[in-house]
């Protein structure tokens, strides 16, 4: 199946998809399959390109010592290898792991004791400079409004409190802690003339 018209037969080629056929002027190589395809089979999808996964790299990322392994992704089974033979190599380091940073999007801050700060509505950890709801973008936790109910039974509890012990307040006494209410200081009244 040759593609062109009669008077140019070596213009366009006909897509090789098996249902498709369609004479395109301007076809697309397959670099995996070296097959030729029209605009709509192009992508390895849309042909069901065999070696469509040839090219494709990933990285795995070992939990020990954070260190990065290049592969192929063709295979579950060889990541778990590849995984399997880096920790066996002598290589993985626990030293090497690399330390928590921010969980605010391009801030690189890493978090250590003292500069770490836990959202109290969202859980997540950050450093100082993003510890504020409006500067991570929080999204409260579903946890977070069983905490808020018992902010809330500890001031009904301490309501009660204050009204069982009589509504003896420590600012309302005295310096000695007799008991007595101390008056507010008398000020001088200034008479305009």
Do not use: W
Request: net charge positive.
């Amino acid at each position: 199946m040759e593609g062109g018209t009669e008077a140019f037969p070596d213009l366009g080629a006909h897509c090789q998809d098996p249902e498709c056929k369609q004479l395109d002027f301007l076809p697309f190589k397959c670099d995996s399959c070296r097959k030729v395809f029209c605009l709509d089979h192009r992508s390895y999808e849309s042909h069901n390109c065999p070696k469509s996964d040839h090219k494709n790299r990933k990285v795995l990322v070992c939990e020990t010592c954070s260190t990065s392994i290049e592969t192929t992704g063709h295979d579950k089974h060889d990541e778990k290898a590849l995984l399997d033979r880096h920790e066996k190599s002598g290589d993985c380091d626990p030293k090497k792991k690399k330390k928590p940073t921010c969980a605010v999007m391009r801030c690189r801050e890493v978090l250590s004791f003292s500069n770490t700060s836990v959202c109290k509505s969202c859980q997540i950890k950050v450093c100082l400079k993003h510890r504020f709801p409006a500067d991570h973008s929080c999204k409260p936790n579903s946890s977070s409004v069983t905490g808020s109910a018992s902010d809330s039974k500890f001031l009904i509890a301490l309501a009660k409190r204050n009204v069982k012990g009589g509504g003896n307040d420590c600012a309302k006494e005295g310096r000695g802690g007799t008991g007595a209410v101390a008056s507010p200081p008398s000020t001088p009244s200034i008479k305009a003339r």
